[in-house]
Structures are given as C-alpha cells and as structure tokens.
C-alpha cells in the first residue's frame, strides 16, 4: 500500500482525508505544521497519542527532496539549490535575501513548478531543455520548507519564477500556496505568494473567476506579435489581444494591478516604437512594468547597455501611464539569476579547458 505525503494536504483535507482514523482538525494541524516547518513527526507532542501516530505511519509520510549540489552567490548572497525527486527528476529553487532594510531583514524563495518546461522562450536556458513533467504538489512545497530551514533569515514570501510554466501545473501551485500560507503551515501571507506566467489564458480567467488572492506577473516582454512569437512561442497559441482580454476580466474580478514582465533585450525590444506599441496594448489596464535584464549564458541574447537602457524608460514615461519598476535580477555569477536555471550541478555544466 503506498504512503500520502502529509505535505500535499492542507490540514482541512488532511482532517476530512483521515476522520474515521481518528483524525481530528487540532491533529491535522499539529501534524502539518511538524511535517511542513520541521520535516519530522510530532513525536515530541506529548498531547497526541503515541498509538495514534504509530497508526499514521502507515497511511502518510512525510517526503523530502535530495540536494545534489548547493551554491551561494559571492556577490549578492543569493543561494540556489538543486534538488532530486525520488524518480530522479532534477530541478532548482533559489533562495533571495532581502537586506535592504536593517530592520526588515527577509528571505523569499523562487520555487520550480516543472521539471523543465514546453515552452520554448528563446532566452531562458529552463525553456531549452524541454518537458519532463509536472511536480507534485509535495515536491514544490518541499523546496521551500526545506530553504526555510536552511535560511538564516525569516522567509515571507515565495515566487513562482523558478524552472516550468506555473499555471501549467495549476491545481498543484494553487495548492501548494494554500499549505504556504496556511497559520499551521509556512504562514506566509497569500499577498507575498507571486504566480509567474507567460500567459496561459484560460489559468488567468481561472484565477479571475475564483478570486485567488495571490499577486499575478505576467511575462510581456513585447506588444509586438510577431516579435514576441519570435522569442515566447506560447503568443501563437494565447495572442496578445486574447491576454490583454484575460488580463481585462482578471482585474474586474479582482481590482488589482496586473504587473508586467518585460525582459530588456539589446536591439530588440527597446525603441521608441516598442513603447508606443505597449501604451496601445496596455490602453486603460492598471498595470506595473518590471524592467528586468535578460540572462542568457549562451550570448546570443544580451541586456541593454545604460544609455540604450535608460533612452527606452524615457520613451515609456512619454506614452506609458503605468509605474515602471527596473527589476534586480541577482546570482548570475551562481546562473540563478532570471532565464538561467537549467537543474545542472556546476561540475556538469562546467566547459573543458
């Protein structure tokens, strides 16, 4: 008979999924919170019964991922992680501090939702190794309790920008959320949890239409059709004019700002002509812009240098009525930076000489 994972229920479920066990909520709470924040059993709890675990032992589990390889940026202090499933699926999480404020100091974990992706953006090295599959609900739960317990600093939030496409594996993202920010589960705030996308209409409408609480990002990075096909092959499935509807519907459900992505591309996606496209595109929307360098090991697609930079901020100040936000995107010299995580230990990925 196989085990559940303790760590792919809410306690709810866990107090429903186990009530004629003798599962009550008080139980199901102490035991997520022991599995999710510790990874271990409540063994220490002297309130619960000591028969009562034993009997749960073998019906769940408490799951964990293997580290194959950690590595901690010597410039920023970002730190990735390269996690193994059990059947041998790789994928990264990286753990971002947040010291700008002394009195503030945090952590937030990016965190995969695939191993790999199907998508194919042409500048992130996740889209160019392909599909392998989705990850379990546990799985995405487990990289971040266990950076939690590796963070010298509190962790208050969690993105999904790591490696897949989020709202491709949306029952098992939205689901992980809920165990986040659930009190007995990371305690998290729905408000600090960001959902990634390159934009999967009918998961945005979904989001829309059950008036999930947690921020939306949607990656852009043109209004240009026939540019962004070029460079995010997804346009030819969603295009623009069907996202920007999505997006429409999303913000009258919600009332929030949608925030966009845009990947600075030297060359490409920076002129005069880009930003007067965007404001047409964007129209009456309330939107935020986050500006964010591309990273791109291979070299055939570089960032802007300043001057060109700062010559297309001036152009989004004179049609953009939106916030624009440049965005840091930090461990480049650890490739855990934006478009970099591609699950391979450094030794792996090192050239020969």
């Known amino acids: 008979m196989s085990l559940d994972p303790v760590t ?8 429903v999924r186990y009530a004629s066990h003798g599962m009550t909520p008080r139980l199901a709470r102490r035991l997520l919170a022991s599995a999710v924040r510790f990874g271990i059993w409540p063994d220490q709890d002297t309130t ?15 799951p964990s991922l293997s580290v194959l390889e950690r590595r901690k940026s ?27 404020r002394q009195d503030d100091r945090k952590a937030v ?25 989705h990850l379990e609900v546990w799985e995405i739960v487990a990289q971040v309790a266990q950076l939690r317990r590796e963070s010298t600093l509190p962790v208050r939030g969690v993105v999904f920008m790591g490696m897949g496409e989020p709202l491709l594996n949306v029952d098992a993202v939205l689901q992980a959320a809920e165990i986040f920010s659930e009190p007995c589960g990371l305690a998290i705030s729905a408000k600090a949890i960001t959902l990634s996308t390159v934009g999967i209409v009918p998961a945005i409408l979904r989001l829309a239409r059950e008036r999930q609480p947690y921020r939306l990002i949607v990656s852009l990075t043109s209004a240009d059709p026939d540019k962004r096909r070029r460079v995010m092959p997804v346009d030819a499935q969603y295009p623009l004019d069907t996202l920007r509807d999505a997006l429409a519907v999303y913000h009258a459900a919600t009332g929030r700002r949608v925030t966009l992505a845009w990947t600075l591309i030297a060359g490409f996606n920076t002129s005069e002509e880009d930003a007067r496209r965007l404001a047409a595109w964007v129209g009456e929307l309330p939107v935020q812009l986050d500006l964010i360098d591309v990273n791109d090991a291979t070299g055939r697609f570089v960032p802007p240098d300043d001057t060109e ?45």
Request: with cysteine; glycine share 8%.
């Open 309 to 353: 930079r700062n010559a297309f901020r001036d152009a989004l100040r004179r049609h953009l009525a939106a916030p624009v936000v440049r965005r840091y995107s930090g461990g480049k010299d650890i490739q855990a930076a934006c478009g970099m995580l591609a699950a391979q230990a450094a030794a792996a990925s090192a050239k020969a000489p």
């Open 74 to 100: 010597a410039v920023d202090g970002f730190e990735k992680f390269l996690f193994a499933a059990p059947d041998g699926a790789r994928f990264e999480s990286v753990l971002i501090p947040l010291a700008h």
């Open 48 to 62: 619960i019964s000591v028969r009562w675990l034993s009997g749960m032992r073998n019906r769940l589990h408490i």
């Open 109 to 133: 974990v990016c965190v995969s939702s695939q191993a790999g992706c199907a998508l194919g953006c042409a500048f992130c090295a996740t889209g160019r190794l392909g599909f392998s599959r």
């Open 8 to 15: 792919a229920f809410t306690s709810q479920q866990l107090a």
